[in-house]
């Protein structure tokens, strides 16, 4: 068994007993690939990972740069009280529009919505809003604006929220430091300012398994 077939089969080991998919988030994989949509969703573990994350927070409020087909979403989701909020952000009308039907079809829709366009000029938006600062943040979109993600993420958030970078890894590729790939350098400037600000306590950490080599960052707001 090669490298890669060992870790999708722990992964489903670990997924088949820890966080196995219902028929929602089944549902919502096969809609997302039916249209077409890439298939970079967080696994089963990781979701259900972020969903305890939540949990734990006490999170009412979520932020999720980065909606894709709405797998991730639901999971966040469900840790949210009735009365919770979670504001997603998507790029594409196309994503949006699955994603949003996914996130119906598992009786959230009440507690999430779906905001199109570039998240760059979303966040700003958002904040005009001026909403309660939000629990947790979970930031997997474009890797090249990592940065500005998190540094929106700081404002939209106060002391004791978490903050998750997915894919900061990249295959390895960000240990490079003469890389000039924008998903690198994107991702090393985000890593970079938590290890530098003030207001951020973080650590990154390797993974395996289906989604391959890579890993996330958490950091936590400070006062």
Do not use: C
Not at 30 to 58: H, I, M, W, Y
Not at 118 to 144: R, T
């Amino acid at each position: 068994m090669s490298e890669s077939q060992t870790w999708d089969a722990v992964d489903e080991y670990f997924s088949g007993h820890l966080s196995p998919d219902d028929e929602a988030l089944q549902a919502a994989l096969r809609d997302s690939a039916a249209a077409g949509l890439p298939e970079v969703n967080v696994t089963a573990t990781q979701g259900k990972f972020l969903q305890l994350l939540a949990t734990v927070q006490g999170a009412r409020t979520v932020l999720e740069i980065g909606t894709l087909g709405g797998y991730s979403t639901i999971w966040l989701a469900r840790a949210l009280p009735a009365d919770g909020r979670l504001v997603s952000l998507e790029y594409s009308p196309r994503h949006a529009e699955v994603a949003v039907r996914n996130i119906a079809r598992a009786g959230l829709d009440k507690v999430a919505e779906v905001r199109v366009g570039p998240a760059l000029a979303s966040l700003p938006q958002l904040a005009d809003e001026n909403p309660p600062p939000f629990d947790l943040v979970f930031i997997d979109a474009d890797k090249a604006n990592n940065k500005p993600y998190l540094e929106w993420a700081l404002k939209l958030t106060s002391a004791g929220s978490l903050i998750v970078v997915d894919n900061v890894v990249r295959g390895g590729r960000v240990a490079d430091t003469g890389s000039t790939e924008p998903d690198v350098r994107g991702t090393r400037a985000a890593i970079e300012l938590i290890g530098s600000h003030p207001r951020l306590d973080g650590t990154a950490l390797q993974t395996v398994g289906a989604k391959g080599y890579d890993g996330f960052a958490l950091a936590r707001v400070l006062a």
